[in-house]
């Protein structure tokens, strides 16, 4: 035992030694022998004396009272010298002492050993925490006091910036802001991250602190660094009291900050109605627009509180300047629209992209919202500044139903928009089956093309999509039509990882203006799209069942493209071995080649 207390690695003695057994104890601890406990004390004196103060006061032991009192009776035997030695001696490692760690712990008697040895009270460790700040973070009025007594400089800041006026705000302890303030510490300063005291406890909802500093006298309506008033930390974070309290003080309740942000569009986007009703009975400002343009009806609509709306509106709310409706409807939230309706809002008023209330319903999918407006008559065909309709919206983000709504009530299934394309071209080439019956029912053309010629037939073989290629086959339509390219239906099909790998290369590749990618210059990636596009085996069944199908229809096998490549040509290039063998034995030509004689 002598050989382990006197040998033992710091580390050693600070966790795993004690001096008497407790019910809580952890495992692999030693017990020192009643003998030995001068030892272990005189011990921890030797690696104080060596700089070594965190590992002595943040030992096992000490968080037993009795312990403490042992060993500042030890110290209290050791000559005078020595002790004052001891209280002056800084951690090697942090420049800790010992009047700050007993600050930490709340240990009074030792602090008072400390003052008996006249130590600093100022003394900071290497992050600027001083004695004061440890005290007031851990709550410790009494020793606040004590040091305030002993002359310590309370306005003093760490490397963070954090004062103890700040601390004590931040953390709601009442008593040592009073303490505090008693001794006139600075309650102005901001913090490095911009806060003040009174918005820190405005924010943090501390009422009494809030009560002590306008007491006091403090600047309710300035800002922070961070653009914050006192009352608008409070109606963010929704403290009713402090707000009750602030504006009884005299607040300016509509002052906004540099973002255009009141206190009233602040508890309306946080949804905080009582303090929404109170500022409104103060006479608060309910059409001011804050950020964006946006007023407090807005704010609320968007964030979905619909109490807040209803008092908004019912206190005469602008809901017509930058349209509540338009928020309502892209957010989904029903109950708001149709107090909206109720009250006479526009839902034909457009956003500077000229879609409406009802376009925007219709392209985020809100179904219920969607058919209360057709039930108020909304007209279902207005185009936005692109040229897009409701319908196509709600094609593109596959909304079967609002399209079959839209379609009840005698949406353009024909109208051509960017590029040639119609409905059925996009649910082709997105695979929306539901979408493509539901349209060929109405008797869309189904031949009509876009302005590449492309028809929704290629769309639909190229998305490998069977079950729709399979209803444009049921149908009359022409098999071998090609677009501008020369591609045809049956091509697209023999040819699907060639136009996979088309897409995904990168758009700066420069390659001869006659050469497909394949035989570009850029021959080393190729192998890498190849790898990295396999098809899988599903896939190329899909693949083999269209080219089934488009052969059973009476698809052309030998039609080339504009460079000369066949459908033939495609399978073999990229090792389709069965769509090779089902053309040869439908009688495809083998000997044909491209234009480069491949």
Same mark, same amino acid.
């Given at each position: ?35 030995? $406990? ?22 096992? %032991? ?77 709550? $410790? ?36 802001? %009073? ?34 500093f306008l007491d006091n006298g403090v600047d309710s309506n300035e800002f922070d660094r961070n653009d914050v008033s006192p009352i608008i930390a409070a109606c963010y974070n929704g403290h009713t009291d402090i707000v ?75 809901? %017509? ?96 928009? /960017? ?93 001869? /203006? ?38 059973? /229809? ?45």
């Open positions: 035992m002598q050989c382990l207390i006197k040998n033992a690695h710091k580390r050693l003695v600070c966790e795993r030694f004690i001096l008497e057994r407790q019910e809580d104890s952890a495992q692999f601890i030693i017990v020192v022998p009643p003998k030995f $406990h001068q030892m272990y004390m005189q011990r921890l004196v030797n690696d104080w004396s060596k700089g070594i103060v965190n590992e002595v006061f943040c030992n096992t %032991n000490m968080n037993i009272p009795q312990f403490r009192n042992r060993f500042l009776c030890f110290l209290n035997g050791l000559d005078i010298s020595y002790q004052r030695q001891l209280a002056h001696t800084c951690d090697v490692d942090n420049q800790d002492t010992a009047l700050l760690l007993s600050c930490f712990d709340g240990d009074i008697p030792m602090i008072q050993w400390c003052f008996k040895h006249n130590v600093d009270c100022n003394q900071y460790r290497n992050d600027d925490t001083t004695p004061m700040e440890i005290a007031v973070q851990q709550g $410790h009025t009494e020793i606040v006091r004590m040091l305030l007594g002993r002359g310590v400089d309370y306005n003093k800041c760490n490397n963070d910036g954090w004062l103890p006026m700040m601390t004590a705000c931040s953390n709601g302890y009442t008593d040592i802001v %009073n303490v505090l303030l008693e001794k006139g510490a600075d309650y102005n300063t901001c913090h490095n991250n911009g806060w003040s005291p009174v918005t820190m406890a405005c924010g943090n909802g501390h009422s009494q602190i809030v009560k002590m009750r309290m602030l504006l009884a003080a005299g607040v300016e309740y509509d002052k906004c900050n540099k973002s255009k942000w009141s206190p009233l569009i602040t508890a309306c986007e946080k949804g905080h109605t009582e303090i929404v009703e109170m500022l409104l009975d103060k006479g608060a400002d309910y059409n001011k627009h804050g950020i964006n343009d946006q007023s407090a009806v807005q704010i609320a609509v968007v964030h979905g509180h619909t109490k807040i709306v209803i008092m908004l509106l019912e206190r005469g709310g602008d809901y %017509n300047k930058w349209s509540p409706a338009m928020f309502a409807c892209a957010k989904g939230n029903a109950e708001i629209v149709m107090m909206l309706l109720n009250k006479g809002t526009e839902f034909d008023k457009c956003n500077d992209y000229g879609q409406s209330p009802f376009i925007l319903a219709c392209r985020y999918g809100h179904t219920e919202i969607v058919r209360m407006l057709l039930e108020r008559g909304v007209y279902c065909d207005k185009y936005d500044n692109d040229g897009w309709s409701p319908v196509m919206y709600a094609c593109k983000n596959k909304q079967p139903e609002i399209v079959g709504m839209l379609l009840d009530r005698g949406a353009d299934y024909d109208k051509c928009y /960017k590029c040639g394309w119609t409905l059925l071209m996009y649910a082709c080439d997105k695979g929306y089956t539901e979408i493509v019956r539901m349209l060929l029912d109405r008797g869309a053309d189904y031949n009509k093309c876009n302005e590449n010629e492309s028809s929704p037939l290629m769309f639909a073989c190229e998305t490998k999509n069977t079950e729709i290629v399979k209803l444009w086959l049921e149908r009359e339509v022409d098999v071998d039509k090609c677009n501008k390219d020369g591609w045809s239906p049956i091509m697209i099909a023999c040819s699907d990882r060639l136009r996979v790998m088309e897409r995904m290369c990168d758009t700066d590749f420069k390659y001869y /203006k006659d050469d497909h990618l394949l035989f570009a210059p850029h021959r080393p990636c190729v192998p890498i799209y190849i790898e990295k596009l396999r098809l899988t085996e599903s896939e190329v069944c899909k693949n083999m069942e269209i080219l089934r199908m488009l052969l059973d /229809k009476g698809a052309d096998y030998d039609k080339h493209d504009k460079d000369g490549w066949s459908p033939l040509l495609f399978a073999c290039s990229f090792g389709f071995t069965e769509l090779v063998r089902m053309m040869l034995k439908r009688g495809a030509y083998q000997f044909i080649s491209n234009n480069k004689l491949w």
